[in-house]
């Protein structure tokens, strides 16, 4: 795996990403549909990895909901 050497500004703002945006969010997800909440992050993790494997985002545009 590469290393990423990661300032300490980037690093703050990356773990604000996961502590307070993506974690809290897949919790709420799990609570709303009573699933594990260990069972989520993990599943959150398999698909990220599969989709790393498959895909790549250099062209990736952000949609609008």
């Known amino acids: 795996m590469k290393q990423y050497k ?3 500004k980037e690093l703050h ?3 604000m990403i996961i502590s307070y945006d993506l974690i809290p969010k897949l919790i709420n997800f799990a609570d709303k549909y009573n ?3 260990d069972s989520i ?3 959150t993790a398999d698909v990220i990895k599969a ?3 498959i895909t790549t985002f250099e062209n990736f545009e ?3 909901q």
């Open 6 to 8: 990661l300032n300490k």
């Open 13 to 15: 703002d990356f773990n």
């Open 35 to 37: 699933f594990d909440r």
């Open 41 to 43: 992050i993990k599943y």
């Open 51 to 53: 989709v790393i494997e």
């Open 62 to 64: 952000e949609t609008k």
